[in-house]
T-cell receptor
């Protein structure tokens, strides 16, 4: 079965420190990969996406992610976080032969002063 | 970028009544829209896929008679929660799919439903 695993449910980090949010997926076919951010009581905002081409993808708000096909991973990184980055982050995958998007369980990033 | 709106943003209704939630794509046409449900501190659960001009496709375990979906035009899909009960209280989010090849979805801001 196709699935997305976000390895950390919560990630506390101090302001200006680097952070990595991990995401692994299961697939035997080509995929499109996404990271979304959700602030309280709001919908999802796209941070970045991987469709094809360069495996290092840069997104909004200083975030980037690297697609690693051999490890079936798409980890999200930011070199220096801000208090305002505190939110829920979802990794998602769409399969090129399919139609639906599958979401991970989410990672709560909590940035401390 | 593409914008999806939802109305209302929050609604409180009494048990046994029905409530309709609208999802609109404002600056693009969406042949496919998705309805999700999200419980507190949990991920999005796909409820159904809404296709313009045809019946919605419901995920396993979702009651189609309780959650009525209508996708009457290329810019509007509605979700009606019929005979609502307190356990239907949740955050409902819709998304509209880019008709191109990116498989990207654009999400609405969500609707908070509270059934008393």
């Amino acid at each position: 079965a196709q699935s997305v695993t976000q390895l950390d449910s919560q990630v506390p980090v101090f302001e200006e420190a680097p952070v990595e949010l991990r995401c692994n997926y299961s697939s035997s076919v080509s995929v499109y990969l996404f990271w979304y951010v959700q602030y309280p009581n709001q919908g999802l905002q796209l941070l970045l996406k991987y469709l094809s081409g360069s495996t290092l993808v840069k997104g909004i708000n200083g975030f980037e992610a690297e697609f690693n096909k051999s490890q079936t991973s798409f980890h999200l990184r930011k070199p220096s976080v801000h208090i305002s980055d505190t939110a829920e982050y979802f990794c998602a995958v769409s399969y090129t032969g399919g139609f639906k998007t599958i979401f991970g369980a989410g990672t709560r990033l909590f940035v401390k002063a | 970028g593409a914008v999806v709106s939802q109305h209302p943003s929050w609604v409180i209704c009494k048990s046994g009544t029905s409530v309709k939630i609208e999802c609109r794509s404002l600056d693009f046409q969406a042949t496919t829209m998705f309805w999700y449900r999200q419980f507190p501190k949990q991920s999005l659960m796909l409820m159904a896929t809404s296709n313009e001009g045809s019946k919605a496709t419901y995920e396993q375990g979702v009651e189609k008679d309780k959650f009525l979906i209508n996708h009457a035009s290329l810019t509007l899909s509605t979700l009606t929660v019929t005979s609502a009960h307190p356990e239907d209280s949740s955050f409902y989010i819709c998304s509209a799919r880019d008709s191109g090849l990116t498989y990207e979805q654009y999400f609405g801001p969500g609707t908070r439903l509270t059934v008393t």
